[in-house]
Structure formats: structure tokens, C-alpha cells
């Protein structure tokens, strides 16, 4: 995959091109801004005959959740995209369809919910859906959220777990990017042909149920081996992204150095043992990574704020995979740290960050130990971002200044 291949094509042209280039067998959805675009895409390939699958406009994102559901459970590929209250309607279908261990890959252009209305990007409508038992992956770049299209199916047949690849609405969806995507014959070659097993699909000439009514003597075991089995899926995400980038050899983030630590469920990024930690998930990371490159490299106006101690000590540490939550590789780093900034795009409504509660209750593991700094590290959750806010290099420095202050109250930087 060299220079010839790329392309600068707009976020949601880019994953609709790459489904295209999938073929699954039944795409349908509803349009709803920001994910419009990709489905808007994927009806015109249609229609021009480009496309080889069946595509089903649905009347509500419900209906749509409800067809893809059907069209899994009778053992082909399929995909559908949604955002904001679109993923609220699908709530009850998108629950049903990992409770029935259907391999269905979907996009969430991720937006904010109301009320008040607004359009703009937010993490908040993910995290509302975020126990349903799904893999859930987010972006940083288009590159990256390409690949990570590709890798869901593979994911999700040998997992018999649904993905869900999260994509920062307007800010990825709408931006024009420098895109590589995989011709339909490679990634065919990758994925292989779907066949699934026999007993997992529905077939008139061997006849099973699905999604079946379970007394209190079973639920509690169908819901234990939904969990152990998503847990296990951190093995095969990382199996398969070390598989896809032997084979597709595509730079995801050709503009910033080298990382010292990447894999399908964390990126870290900056010095090997970084006093200060910042981790957050989607866009925002490119944002951070630069931010910190300056600090690093003590060339920004916060250089006079900075101790000299603690210069060039500042590392980003990236989820890709926030479900299965990647305990063990967060504590590899969280226990070098002096003090951890959890950076939230979503809020859960009288706690914390999500994201940040994730985070703390990992740090009373008692695998974390007391740390290279002699105490365990400070955590503190930092909400940016929500209803679209723009999230610049000043904000991302003031949380610098904020978490190494006293006390670790929960904080909104907006400005």
C-alpha cells in the first residue's frame, strides 16, 4: 500500500468506499446527521450499480437495527450507521443483537443527545449504550477507523460478538483526509468467505431458536459467558491487528513519530516513563499528541509553568478498544505515573467521566502497585469537548497545569 493508493477523500466517503469494497450482503439504516453522508454514499453506489449488496432504507434507526438483526441471523454479513438519538431508538435491538451473539458491524458517527438539541460531536451517545455487550472501538483518524472497519468483520465472526467502530461526527465524518483504502480484492482475501457454523444462524433444514426465553435458572449464566467471552476478545482484536498490518502494511499516522507501544486495544504515546498521563479516546488524541509534543519538546508558552523536573515527561495513552475495557495494559502505565488526566468527551450525569470512572476503578486493582513515584498515581476526570465545544492546545495545557494541582475534583474545561 504505497503512495499511489491514497486518496483525500471526506471521513464518511471513506468507510462508505470501504463497505462497499466489504460486500456484506444487507446494508440498512436511517439517516441522521452526522452518519447521513456514509449511508447518503452507500444508496448511490447502489443505485449506480457499484454496489452488490442489498440495501434496505428503513423507517426509524429501529426498524433499521430490527432488518440487520433478521438479515445476521440467517448467516450473512451485514452493516448498518447511526448516532445521537438514533442509537438511543436502536437501544432495546442493539442489546438483543449481542445477547444473540450476532457478528453485525456498525458505525456510530458519535454526536450529542438531547435535550437541548444539538448536532455536534460529543461522546455521550456511545456511552449510553455501553453495557449492551458489544466490542466497541474508536477512531483517532479516518486511516485508522478504515482498518478498523475491515478488522471488525474478522473480529466479530471469530468472537460471535458484535463491533461497533465510533467515529467523532463532523470532526472525522465531514473532514477531508489522506486516505488509503484497500482494494475489494485484498480485503476479500482477508476476510475470507463468512461461513458460519452450523446451530449459530437460522436454517429452515436444521431449525434452532434465537434470543430464547431464559428462566432465572439459565440468565444468569447466558449473561456470564456474554461477559467472559467479550473479555476474551482482547487476545483476538490484538491477534487480528497484528494480522491486518502484516498484510495491508498501512501507516495510520504518518505525521507523528513513531509510538512506543501499539496494539488493537491501546497506542501509547511519549517518554517511557511519563510523571504526567493522558488518556482519552477518538480525534481529540491528535490534538493531545501535538500538545504534548511541544511540551516535550519545551517549545510552548506552558514551558515557563512546567517544573524542570518534570519537562519532557508527559505521555498520551490512547483507547482504541473501550469494551472489553483493556485493564491489564492500562496498568502498565498508569503505574509509572505521578498524575493521571482522564479527558472525557461525555459526562455520566452526577458521577464523572465514563471514561474516568473506568479508569479509577481499575487503579484499586491490586495489581497496581504503589508506583515509581512512592504513592499511587493521582487520577482526576476532565470533561472537554461536549455539544461540539472545540477542544484546543490551550485546553489540553490548562488540564496539564489542573491535574497536577491539589485534590481531584471532577472538572469541566471549556475555554
Not at 433478521?70 to 448498518?80: C, E, L
Not at 483526509?177 to 482475501?189: C, G, Y
Not at 476478545?233 to 505525521?255: C, G, H, T, V
Request: net charge neutral; with cysteine; hydrophobic share 40%.
Amino acid at each position: 500500500m504505497n503512495g499511489k493508493n491514497k486518496q483525500i477523500l471526506e471521513g464518511s466517503r471513506a468507510i462508505a468506499q470501504t463497505i462497499k469494497n466489504i460486500g456484506p450482503a444487507v446494508i440498512s439504516a436511517y439517516p441522521i446527521t452526522p452518519q447521513t453522508h456514509i449511508v447518503e454514499d452507500l444508496a448511490k453506489f447502489k443505485a449506480d450499480g457499484e454496489g452488490g449488496y442489498e440495501f434496505i432504507r428503513a423507517e426509524s434507526e429501529f426498524a433499521a437495527a430490527s432488518i440487520i438483526l433478521g438479515a445476521s441471523a440467517t448467516g450473512v454479513r451485514v452493516y448498518s450507521a447511526t448516532c445521537s438519538q438514533g442509537i438511543l431508538l436502536m437501544a432495546e435491538v442493539i442489546y438483543n443483537i449481542a445477547g444473540m451473539r450476532l457478528p453485525i458491524v456498525m458505525t456510530c458517527a458519535n454526536r450529542a443527545i438531547s435535550a437541548p438539541i444539538n448536532i455536534w460531536n460529543d461522546q455521550q451517545d456511545i456511552m449510553a449504550v455501553k453495557e449492551a455487550g458489544w466490542i466497541l472501538l474508536f477512531a483517532e483518524n479516518n486511516q485508522e477507523a478504515i482498518s478498523q472497519h475491515i478488522m471488525a468483520y474478522k473480529i466479530a465472526e471469530k468472537t460471535k460478538l458484535p463491533v461497533m467502530i465510533n467515529i467523532d461526527g463532523f470532526i472525522l465524518t465531514h473532514t477531508y483526509e489522506p486516505v488509503i483504502i484497500p482494494e475489494a480484492k485484498d480485503i476479500k482475501n482477508y476476510l475470507g468467505k463468512y461461513e458460519p457454523q452450523s446451530g449459530a444462524f437460522l436454517d429452515p433444514a436444521d431449525p434452532i431458536t434465537l434470543g430464547a426465553f431464559a428462566t432465572p435458572a439459565y440468565y444468569m449464566e447466558i449473561r456470564e459467558e456474554l461477559h467472559n467471552d467479550l473479555k476474551a476478545s482482547q487476545d483476538i482484536i490484538n491477534k487480528e491487528y497484528e494480522n491486518y498490518n502484516k498484510i495491508f502494511k498501512i501507516e495510520e499516522n504518518a505525521l507523528t513519530p513513531k509510538t512506543s507501544a501499539d496494539n488493537g486495544l491501546i497506542e501509547y504515546y511519549g517518554p517511557k516513563k511519563a510523571k504526567i498521563l493522558l488518556i482519552a479516546m477518538g480525534s481529540v488524541i491528535g490534538t493531545i499528541k501535538e500538545t504534548v509534543d511541544e511540551i516535550n519538546g519545551v517549545k510552548s508558552s506552558l514551558a515557563p509553568l512546567v517544573k524542570k523536573s518534570w519537562r519532557e515527561s508527559v505521555g498520551v495513552l490512547k483507547i482504541k478498544a473501550y469494551r472489553p475495557f483493556p485493564t491489564e495494559e492500562l496498568l502498565k502505565y498508569i503505574n509509572q505515573a505521578k498524575c493521571v488526566a482522564v479527558i472525557d468527551k461525555a459526562i455520566s450525569l452526577g458521577h464523572m467521566g465514563p471514561l474516568a470512572s473506568d479508569i479509577k476503578a481499575v487503579a484499586q486493582s491490586p495489581s497496581l502497585s504503589f508506583g515509581v513515584h512512592g504513592s499511587r498515581p493521582k487520577i482526576q476526570s476532565f470533561i472537554v469537548g461536549l455539544g461540539g465545544r472545540d477542544i484546543t492546545k490551550e485546553i489540553i495545557k490548562k488540564i496539564i497545569r489542573e491535574v497536577k494541582r491539589e485534590g481531584d475534583k471532577i472538572k469541566f474545561i471549556g475555554n
